[in-house]
């Protein structure tokens, strides 16, 4: 029979004095109820901050199911405006725009019974409908706050607000003492790549890798050889966190393809007669679900799509600059190459996460889920952050070892 609970003897107490991360229990991974309380509270175009879409979607098109979230439907007007509506007509509440289509039509057509509305969510009418103004006024589409910065569509009250302007600005601030704020704009970058992939797992388990560098040099060589984890730098707001990492002096020397990437980086700037940068990457998170990732000549927008408790899709674009194919040929594809060989290795780390956690649940181990590495460079804060985010967005008890918050730098 196993016993209801094992305390395993290798989890040794946190030493005293030293932050002790809180990590979330059991109970918060891939469960139904709790997943429907994230849909409302983190999830909630309405609500917000929600990342729903790049600039980039919309090029060429009036109108498009978000990329992020198909469930807000953007129009882009003539002049430039974007709004989020729900992609949902007001007639029988059929989503009006397919998951990832974009269209290009004068006004939004709902195709089952051909009722319209205009970019600005009016409603224009339906086929043998006779309405007065007033009643073809309620018929609009219902609209949520978008905020834009740097080409990415935010939508919910509170991307408006104060924290989260808070935090933009401190991206802002965060490049400019970087000295790259030119990395942040990649409107005229190109689209090499757009794609998905289904993950098995509570979504959450991927911002914890994400917000964990503790595992790129035992686990990516290639990477780990690209960019130089010992010169990690943290950036914290209130729901974002950034990591800077220089270029390694290894030159990607431990995987061809990361070392292709540094070889074409050198050929790329020295025919653009530019200095090479010598910073590797800087990556971002914004919670809930959105990591925007600039690289030294690659930019990757990936956005966690939830499917349910206990699976998500991972939807990734990536951006090179417009002149990298035709100074240096085959660079982008090589650089994507790159990325994709981390991006396996990084699938078989979440996925190995919820086989863990379901593991250690059925063999009854009462012990924390995580034990974050918080010495030295701190290399697992960002992952501690996101817990520590987590759990007041959710407005969870603050039970388990650890303070209430942590003296984050
Ligand atoms: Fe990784």
Redesign the pocket.
Known sequence: MVPSSIRSPHRPDPPPGRPQARSLGFEAYSDPAVYADERARLFHPAVGPLFISHRSLLDGAGHAAGEADDRVLLTSEDGGTVRAFANVCTHAMRPLVASRERLSQACVTCPYHLWSFRRDGSFIGGPGMVLDPTQRDALGLREFPLVQWRGNFFAGAAAADEAFQRDLALVDGAFVSLGRSDWLDFADWRLIAAEEEVYQGDWKSFME?YGDCY??PP??DGLASFADCDTLQWTFGDSVHLQALQLSAEQGRRSPNYRAWCDGLQRYYALRGEPEPKLAVIWSAFYPNLMIEFYNGLRVISVLVPQGPTAYLNRVRYYVPADMEALVPGLPATILAAYRE?EV??KA?NESRHLGLARAQELGLDAATYLPNLSGPQPELGTVHFHTWWRRRMDWPAEGVGPASLPLP
């Open positions: 890798v595992h790129v686990f990516h981390t290795q990084d780390l």
